[in-house]
């Protein structure tokens, strides 16, 4: 009775898997009969006969991504670089990529790397970063050419990484920082002359500027003398005119006589005081004549004269 009910099981089993078929909506199914292409099965829910369909190929309808793995490049100025990256490919005919190649993602990856290689070579290690983008469409459109056989379209292509040898690493580091240091020392020279060159200027400004102020002064203390001497000729000026205008009217002569016996008169007697002699001058002892002629000028002077000054003279 088990051994019944088992075979039953068994042979539900059988006519399930081999009898129908469910294709899902993300893929195609190739059906074979006797070995020979019959249809490609559409998802849905399929009837196969037993021992004469079978379902030969699953094909992946969505879009898929492959990795490519890094290789080693050779650029256009004979330096080596590690690349890898990623293509994205799409089966449009599920007949052609089952019967046209084994294996299309293999040979995606193949195809992806050949090209890489080939794009790699035609431009130097500086472009290979800048012409990425061009690369890519490269890469992509080349790949595109050689695959439509097989049934598949490369959607892109993405170079993921792009590094050169660890020797080159370190050399262009280095390099690196020797252009840092290179241009810090330009940045700290230039400086450096801006700032002379801005201080001599500015030394420069300063000297005009006191020079100009010097100058200034000159004219100024030159312009203030000028007008300072100008100030005293014309006083004097004046004074003399006034005085000779003076002297020019009547008694003006023995005004100016009176004066200057007046002046020697205390002028002497400051020299007496201060010298220590007991011989006098001989100009002393005319002093007397000089008196006398003061009194002879006195009897000419005006009768509104003071009495009392004819009578001091005369003693």
């Known amino acids: 009775m088990w051994t019944f009910l088992l075979i039953?099981?068994?042979?539900?089993?059988?006519?399930?898997t081999k009898v129908f078929i469910i294709v899902e909506?993300?893929?195609?199914?190739?059906?074979?009969?006797?070995?020979?292409?019959?249809?490609?099965?559409?998802?849905?829910?399929?009837?196969?006969i037993p021992f004469v369909d079978q379902p030969a190929y699953r094909q992946e309808m969505r879009e898929q991504v492959i990795d490519v793995p890094s290789q080693t490049c050779i650029t256009k100025d004979n330096?080596?670089?590690?690349?890898?990256?990623?293509?994205?490919?799409?089966?449009?005919?599920?007949?052609?990529a089952s019967y046209g190649i084994s294996?299309?993602?293999?040979?995606?990856?193949?195809?992806?790397?050949?090209?890489?290689?080939?794009?790699?070579?035609?431009?130097?290690?500086?472009?290979?970063?800048?012409?990425?983008?061009?690369?890519?469409?490269?890469?992509?459109?080349?790949?595109?050419?050689?695959?439509?056989?097989?049934?598949?379209?490369?959607?892109?292509y993405e170079i993921r990484n792009i590094r050169p040898s660890d020797s080159l690493i370190n050399t262009m580091e280095k390099q690196m920082e020797a252009e840092r240091a290179k241009r810090a020392e330009i940045?700290?020279?230039?400086?450096?002359?801006?700032?002379?060159?801005n201080e001599s200027q500015g030394e420069r400004q300063a000297a005009i500027l006191r020079s100009e102020a010097n100058r200034q002064k000159r004219i100024n203390?030159?312009?203030?003398?000028?007008?300072?001497?100008?100030?005293?000729?014309?006083?004097?000026?004046?004074?003399?005119?006034?005085?000779?205008?003076?002297?020019?009217?009547?008694?003006g002569d023995l005004a100016v006589k009176t004066k200057l016996i007046e002046q020697f008169i205390n002028q002497l007697g400051n020299v007496m005081d201060k010298a220590n002699v007991s011989?006098?001058?001989?100009?002393?002892a005319n002093l007397k004549t000089f008196f006398e002629?003061?009194?002879?000028?006195?009897?000419?002077?005006?009768?509104?004269?003071?009495?009392?000054t004819h009578s001091g003279g005369h003693q």
């Open 293 to 308: 002629g003061v009194g002879k000028i006195s009897d000419h002077t005006p009768q509104h004269a003071n009495p009392s």
């Open 187 to 197: 940045t700290e020279s230039t400086g450096t002359r801006d700032y002379k060159k």
């Open 221 to 251: 203390e030159a312009k203030g003398r000028a007008q300072e001497i100008e100030l005293v000729a014309t006083a004097t000026a004046k004074g003399l005119r006034r005085v000779s205008e003076a002297i020019a009217k009547p008694g």
């Open 8 to 16: 039953l099981i068994l042979l539900g089993v059988f006519v399930v």
């Open 103 to 156: 294996d299309y993602k293999l040979a995606s990856v193949n195809l992806a790397q050949t090209n890489m290689r080939s794009e790699i070579g035609k431009i130097t290690l500086d472009d290979t970063f800048s012409e990425r983008e061009q690369m890519n469409e490269n890469i992509v459109r080349e790949i595109d050419k050689a695959s439509d056989p097989w049934g598949i379209k490369v959607m892109r």
């Open 25 to 48: 909506m993300r893929e195609e199914v190739i059906k074979e009969r006797l070995g020979k292409y019959t249809e490609t099965l559409k998802p849905g829910f399929h009837f196969l």
């Open 79 to 96: 330096i080596e670089v590690e690349v890898d990256g990623l293509v994205y490919v799409k089966v449009m005919d599920a007949y052609k």
């Open 279 to 284: 011989v006098l001058p001989t100009e002393t």
